[in-house]
């Protein structure tokens, strides 16, 4: 069963480092724009401004993720087009490769890198934080990943639609990122207009969101069953649209 | 040769909405040969070729590989065809050796890399990426990757398109190398000459639709029997003594150059006879034989250019 995945995984990584605007996009740039904000954190911390560090403190990690979650699925749909655009799907397509080899490839790629990228994030993240905070760095890590998993499947999709590698990365930003404002990453959910709750309770990003908070603020699983249910649906429905209308070529 | 053929296509049909891209196409490729299927641009080499490899279904008709069902038995013809694309690509940085062993790694009994990057010329690149190649490099990559599994048959589409001719003719004899190896090629071209050098039997398709098959030999004298001799003479009654001649149809001269047609492989001979004879003084001699070309343009009445 699926044939060369680990071969194909490791060589995709492989090549994925020998690109250097695809390693600054996605490792590079969000743990530096967290090194960034944290320094402004840690600056508050000392002024005692508590509230709002507060709200930093709680905020900017799951603001961080969000952005890694959404870069990677950005990143899946730049190269999901490229490849289709240069025959590439259809080249490792006949082959014994299964085609959904190839996918869940892409999917692991971007997984591990997003690890990767929470990993440097909690190594630079011990500078601004005072020792003693208690920080699930493991639940929230597998909460990223579950987010991020969930997330790709909406990236599937839009890298069925668009045909063409020039639009797919903005029309994938396009739908990701106007979906900030109504997820409660910037406004809570509760403190929105009664008609953009709605819109927000059909979002994924809001599922993600509260999932990705709750867990840091060291709330149990338990908890978010509700996200966590939200997610897999999103997964299956999106999954299950995209493998109807992909094209390999 | 006479046992049962490796690709038995009949009457495939497939359109693209309202674009016939294939209509009622039929035809079969022998063991041990290779086969041409050509055509001008748009003509449905590809479109057939790849119905032929599982990739596309036709509309109708059947389609046989081995005996087997190129869409059913998928898994089973894997192992046992190559194929290469007109368009394809690989990922721009990955090294060509790192190519040739994911494939490797995809079959059951793959052939040694080390050995066949050295077959194809590309030991020195191994280590190069795939978008430092030149085209007739990655072209020589792809055969690679297409023979990497040992295949009984190899599909070869478009494989000298772009190429400059001396990459081209570096290729020819890598395709014959392939037939020596006893493996059976099917390619497609819209090249003559690449079909007159390397074919055994060619299926010409225009529309969609098979116009004539047969081996290049076959299909010229078939439908281009003439032959033309130029030569260029000064002797005063040269268009009578060869327009006495019995294979020869017709002289026309354009000042000391007369140009003999008619037909049979006997024409040349009869000319060279005729000047002896006469002891005519000869500056300038040439023989005209019909190419694939000629024959396209005889059966369509275009050329395969426009
Ligand atoms: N995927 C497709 N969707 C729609 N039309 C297609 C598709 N593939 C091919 N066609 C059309 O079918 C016809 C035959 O195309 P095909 O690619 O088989 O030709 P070809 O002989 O290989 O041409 P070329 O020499 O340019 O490669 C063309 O009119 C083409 O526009
Ligand atoms: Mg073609």
């Known amino acids: 069963m699926l044939r060369g995945l680990w071969t194909l995984t490791w060589l995709e990584i492989k090549i994925f480092t020998r690109e250097p605007m695809g390693l600054i996009g996605t490792v590079a740039i969000p743990v530096l724009m967290f090194v960034v904000l944290g320094r402004s954190v840690a600056s508050r ?48 397509k006949a082959t014994p490769l299964e085609p959904v ?33 208690d920080v699930p760095v493991f639940s929230f890590s597998l909460a990223l990943l579950v987010s991020t998993w969930s997330i790709l499947s909406i990236g599937f999709i839009i890298a069925s639609l668009v045909r063409t590698a020039r639009f797919a990365p903005p029309l994938g930003s396009l739908a990701l990122y106007s979906m900030l404002p109504f997820c409660g990453l910037f406004t809570p959910v509760e403190a929105l207009p009664a008609p953009l709750q709605t819109v927000s309770s059909v979002l994924p990003l809001t599922y993600a969101v509260s999932l990705l908070s709750g867990i840091w603020k060291g709330n149990p699983w338990s908890s978010h069953l509700g996200d966590l249910a939200a997610l897999v649906v999103v997964f299956a429905v999106c999954t299950a649209i995209a493998s109807r209308v992909f094209r390999w070529e | ?18 674009t016939v891209a294939v209509d009622n196409v039929s035809f079969a490729v022998q063991e041990g040969e290779i086969f041409g299927l050509i055509g001008p641009n748009g003509a449905g080499k590809t479109t057939t070729m790849e119905c032929v490899e599982g990739l596309r279904q036709p509309d109708a008709g059947r389609i046989g590989v081995f005996g087997l069902d190129p869409i059913k038995d998928a898994r089973a013809l894997q192992n046992r065809i190559g194929v290469q694309f007109q368009q ?42 795939f978008m430092t190649l030149s085209g007739g490099q990655k072209q020589r990559l792809f055969i690679a990757l297409a023979l990497i599994n040992n295949p009984e048959l190899v599909f070869l589409d478009e494989l000298t398109t772009g190429l400059d001719p001396q990459a081209r003719r570096t290729i020819w004899d890598l395709v014959r190398d392939i037939k020596d190896r006893g493996k059976t090629v099917f390619l497609t071209t819209h090249l003559m000459e690449e079909a007159e050098r390397l074919c055994d039997r060619v299926a010409i398709i225009e529309h969609g639709r098979i116009v004539d098959h047969d081996s290049p030999a076959g299909l010229i004298a078939r439908h281009c029997p003439q032959r033309r001799t130029v030569v260029a003479t000064a002797y005063p009654n040269a268009t009578e003594a060869f327009g006495r001649l019995t294979p020869v149809d017709d002289v026309s001269s354009d000042g000391e150059e007369l140009t003999v047609s008619g037909r049979g492989d006997d024409l040349v001979t009869a000319v060279i006879h005729a000047i002896s004879e006469h002891q005519m003084q000869v500056t300038a001699f040439r023989t005209e034989r019909p190419t694939l070309e000629d024959v396209f343009l005889t059966l369509t009445g275009h050329s395969i250019k426009d």
Request: charged fraction near 20%; proline fraction near 3%; avoid cysteine.
């Open chain 2, 1 to 18: 040769m006479s046992s049962s053929p490796v690709v038995e296509v009949s009457g495939i049909h497939k359109a693209y909405g309202s």
């Open chain 1, 45 to 92: 911390l000392t002024t005692s401004s508590w509230q709002g560090a507060e709200t930093l403190r709680n905020g900017l990690p799951v603001f961080g993720a969000v952005f890694v979650a959404i870069s990677t699925v950005l990143s899946l749909v730049a190269i999901i087009s490229i490849y289709r655009e240069g025959g590439i799907l259809k080249r490792l």
């Open chain 2, 88 to 129: 394809a690509e690989l990922q721009k940085r990955i090294k060509v050796r790192e190519a040739v062993e994911l494939w490797a790694s995809l079959y059951d009994a793959p052939v040694d890399a080390t050995r066949l990057l050295e077959q194809l010329g590309l030991s020195e690149k191994r280590d190069a990426w």
């Open chain 1, 101 to 133: 080899t190839i996918l869940v490839t892409h999917v692991l790629v971007k997984l591990i890198l997003t690890a990767i990228t929470i990993g440097l994030m909690v190594l630079v993240g011990r500078r601004y934080y005072p020792s003693g905070v």
